[in-house]
C-alpha cells in the first residue's frame, strides 16, 4: 500500500550508496551510515523553502495575536462570526496554518518509510510486518531498489562492529541472519553503538526545543496550553528518545541525530537571516511635533 513511499525513499538511499560505496566500498558499514545521512540531508534540502514559510508563517502569527485577542474579545459569544473575521485577517496577512505543518508531516512518511526499507533488509524475523524467511532467501531476496548482492552487502556491513539494522531488542533469529555475513552480533557490540547515539539523539531533540522555545515572546510562555508543549518539547520528548531507543535500529537513530543536528543548524541561519532582513527594513518615518528653532508658537484662537 505505501510502495509510493517505499520505493523513493530506497531510491534516493540506493543513489547515496552507490555514491560513497563506490569511494569506501559497497561493504563499508561507514558510507550505509553516510547514506542514511544524507538521505536525511536531502529530504531537508527539498524541504527549505516549506521550512522558511514556516519560520514566517509562525512569525506573522506572533504578530498578529493582538488582532486575534482583539477579534475573540469582540465576538466572544459568535463562534461562527470570529472563526469568519479569524480567516479574512489570515487571509489579509497571507497567512496559511498548514504551511506551518507541512514540514513535520512530510518528514512522516519519510521516516516510516525508512523504517520499513531497513526492516526489509533483514525479512526473517516473525513479529508484526515481518516475513518469516530463511537467512538463505532472505539474503537472495531484492529490497526495492536494492538488489540481492545489495542486501548482502547490508547484511555484511558493520559500524563499529554492530549492523546499522539492528537493535537492542532484535530478536535472537533476527541477529541469526547475520551469521553467514560477518557473524552473529551480540547484544552488547549492537547496545555500545546505539545507547550513544540514543544519548546524542536525546540531547538534540532538548536543544532543538529549548531554541524554539527561546523564540517565544513572554505572553505565549504564560499561556498555559503553550507551556505544557514546552514542557513536553523540553523534557517528555527527549525522555521518549532513550526509553524508545532500544526498539530501534541503528539506522533510524542516525536518522534522527542527524536530522535534529539539521535542525538545530537550519534553525538558527534561517531565523539570523529573516531577523537582518527585519533589521534592514526601512522604518517608518515619525514626524515630530515640536517646534523649529526660531519658529513663533501658533496662537489659540
Same mark, same amino acid.
Given at each position: 500500500?505505501?510502495?509510493?513511499?517505499?520505493?523513493?525513499?530506497?531510491?534516493?538511499?540506493?543513489?547515496?550508496?552507490?555514491?560513497?560505496?563506490?569511494?569506501?566500498? #559497497?561493504?563499508?558499514?561507514?558510507?550505509?551510515?553516510?547514506?542514511?545521512? &544524507?538521505?536525511?540531508?536531502?529530504?531537508?534540502?527539498?524541504? !527549505?523553502?516549506?521550512?522558511?514559510?514556516?519560520?514566517?508563517?509562525?512569525?506573522?502569527?506572533?504578530?498578529?495575536? #493582538?488582532?486575534?485577542?482583539?477579534?475573540? @474579545?469582540?465576538?466572544?459569544?459568535?463562534?461562527?462570526?470570529?472563526?469568519?473575521?479569524?480567516?479574512?485577517?489570515?487571509?489579509?496577512?497571507?497567512?496559511?496554518?498548514?504551511?506551518?505543518?507541512?514540514?513535520?508531516?512530510?518528514?512522516? #512518511?519519510?521516516?516510516?518509510?525508512?523504517?520499513?526499507?531497513?526492516?526489509?533488509?533483514?525479512?526473517?524475523?516473525?513479529?508484526?510486518?515481518?516475513?518469516?524467511?530463511?537467512?538463505? =532467501?532472505?539474503?537472495? @531476496?531484492?529490497?526495492? &531498489?536494492?538488489?540481492?548482492?545489495?542486501?548482502?552487502?547490508?547484511?555484511?556491513?558493520?559500524?563499529?562492529?554492530?549492523?546499522?539494522?539492528?537493535?537492542?531488542?532484535?530478536?535472537?533469529?533476527?541477529?541469526?541472519?547475520?551469521?553467514?555475513?560477518?557473524? /552473529?552480533? @551480540?547484544?552488547?557490540?549492537?547496545?555500545?553503538?546505539?545507547?550513544?547515539?540514543?544519548?546524542?539523539?536525546?540531547?538534540? @531533540?532538548?536543544?532543538?526545543?529549548?531554541?524554539? /522555545?527561546?523564540?517565544?515572546? =513572554?505572553?505565549?510562555?504564560?499561556?498555559?496550553?503553550?507551556?505544557?508543549?514546552?514542557?513536553?518539547?523540553?523534557?517528555? &520528548?527527549?525522555?521518549?528518545?532513550?526509553?524508545?531507543?532500544?526498539?530501534?535500529?541503528?539506522?533510524?537513530?542516525?536518522?534522527?541525530?542527524?536530522?535534529?543536528?539539521?535542525? !538545530?543548524?537550519?534553525?538558527?541561519?534561517? !531565523?539570523?537571516?529573516? =531577523?537582518?532582513?527585519?533589521?534592514?527594513?526601512?522604518? #517608518?518615518?515619525?514626524?515630530?511635533?515640536?517646534?523649529?528653532?526660531?519658529?513663533?508658537?501658533?496662537?489659540?484662537?
Amino acid at each position: 500500500m505505501l510502495d509510493f513511499v517505499y520505493y523513493p525513499v530506497s531510491g534516493i538511499l540506493w543513489v547515496w550508496h552507490t555514491v560513497f560505496g563506490s569511494v569506501l566500498g #559497497p561493504d563499508n558499514g561507514v558510507a550505509w551510515a553516510l547514506s542514511v545521512v &544524507f538521505l536525511v540531508f536531502t529530504l531537508r534540502l527539498l524541504l !527549505y523553502k516549506p521550512f522558511v514559510r514556516q519560520v514566517r508563517t509562525q512569525l506573522t502569527m506572533k504578530k498578529l495575536q #493582538p488582532e486575534i485577542k482583539a477579534l475573540q @474579545t469582540k465576538y466572544k459569544g459568535d463562534r461562527a462570526r470570529q472563526s469568519a473575521e479569524m480567516q479574512k485577517l489570515q487571509k489579509a496577512h497571507g497567512f496559511n496554518p498548514l504551511l506551518g505543518c507541512l514540514p513535520m508531516l512530510a518528514q512522516v #512518511p519519510v521516516f516510516i518509510g525508512l523504517y520499513h526499507v531497513l526492516r526489509s533488509f533483514n525479512r526473517t524475523g516473525t513479529g508484526f510486518g515481518q516475513l518469516g524467511m530463511s537467512a538463505e =532467501d532472505n539474503a537472495n @531476496t531484492a529490497n526495492y &531498489f536494492f538488489s540481492a548482492s545489495d542486501v548482502q552487502s547490508f547484511l555484511d556491513a558493520r559500524l563499529f562492529g554492530a549492523p546499522i539494522s539492528a537493535a537492542i531488542n532484535s530478536s535472537q533469529a533476527a541477529l541469526e541472519a547475520f551469521a553467514p555475513f560477518g557473524g /552473529v552480533p @551480540t547484544t552488547l557490540s549492537i547496545a555500545l553503538v546505539a545507547v550513544p547515539l540514543m544519548v546524542l539523539a536525546s540531547v538534540a @531533540t532538548h536543544f532543538n526545543s529549548r531554541a524554539s /522555545v527561546a523564540r517565544q515572546d =513572554d505572553a505565549a510562555k504564560a499561556n498555559p496550553q503553550t507551556a505544557l508543549m514546552n514542557r513536553l518539547a523540553l523534557w517528555v &520528548f527527549p525522555l521518549g528518545v532513550l526509553v524508545g531507543g532500544p526498539v530501534l535500529p541503528i539506522a533510524i537513530l542516525l536518522y534522527w541525530v542527524s536530522n535534529n543536528a539539521w535542525t !538545530y543548524g537550519q534553525q538558527h541561519l534561517v !531565523y539570523r537571516k529573516i =531577523d537582518a532582513e527585519e533589521a534592514a527594513a526601512p522604518k #517608518p518615518e515619525v514626524r515630530s511635533e515640536a517646534p523649529k528653532p526660531g519658529a513663533k508658537p501658533r496662537r489659540r484662537r
